[in-house]
């Protein structure tokens, strides 16, 4: 059981990182400190009573999951303002002739926006590159997706792998070198 000085430590230790991945991920400063909370507060209620040893990885589940609801939420409310922006267009008339489907547009940018042919070319790409990471030797798999996914700095990525910063540069380096190598010769540039 986390004591709640371990509970408090432990969200103060990933307050940070937690921020910036989720700015990465939803593009808005005050959105992602909105999830960050939110992932928070999720987690001191409903796990806070969990071993200290289990609370990364729950936090990190928590805070994946509350950005996909993140994202859920934007997508039906980009509907329906879409939506709505639209009938209200008209200038107050009602016209006959009038079809909510066919006022609605993606806005640009966006998945819905994307054409079939481009959402299954991002994925075969996304599929690549994950096959390309599989492929890394595993000290260099583990340094790159910590760093890089994770979002960890230097400092962290050595203390959780038990080795010298110095190690975990030389195996990023060497990992980004290798896959951009390797992303390079299925025609992938990044």
């Known amino acids: 059981m986390a004591t709640d000085k371990e509970l408090s430590d432990f969200l103060e230790s990933v307050e940070r990182r937690a ?87 993606a806005e640009q940018g966006t998945q819905a926006s994307e054409s079939s042919a481009d959402q299954v070319e991002r994925m075969q790409v996304l599929e690549l590159i994950d096959q390309e990471v599989q492929k890394l030797p595993a000290r260099q798999r583990e340094a790159f997706l910590m760093r890089y996914w994770q979002d960890m700095d230097v400092a962290e990525t050595a203390e959780a792998m038990g080795c010298s910063e110095g190690s975990v540069k030389t195996h990023c380096s060497r990992a980004t070198h290798t896959l951009a190598e390797s992303l390079k010769a299925k025609g992938i540039k990044l």
């Open 19 to 105: 921020f910036k991945q989720a700015v990465y991920a939803v593009r808005k400063d005050e959105s992602a400190l909105d999830i960050v909370q939110d992932a928070m507060i999720k987690l001191a209620e409903k796990y806070g009573d969990k071993p200290a040893a289990e609370l990364p990885l729950l936090f990190q589940r928590i805070l994946q999951n509350t950005i996909l609801d993140y994202f859920r939420r934007e997508k039906v409310r980009n509907t329906w303002v879409s939506l709505f922006s639209g009938i209200s267009s008209g200038g107050g008339e009602e016209r006959e002739d009038f079809d909510l489907l066919e006022s609605y547009e």
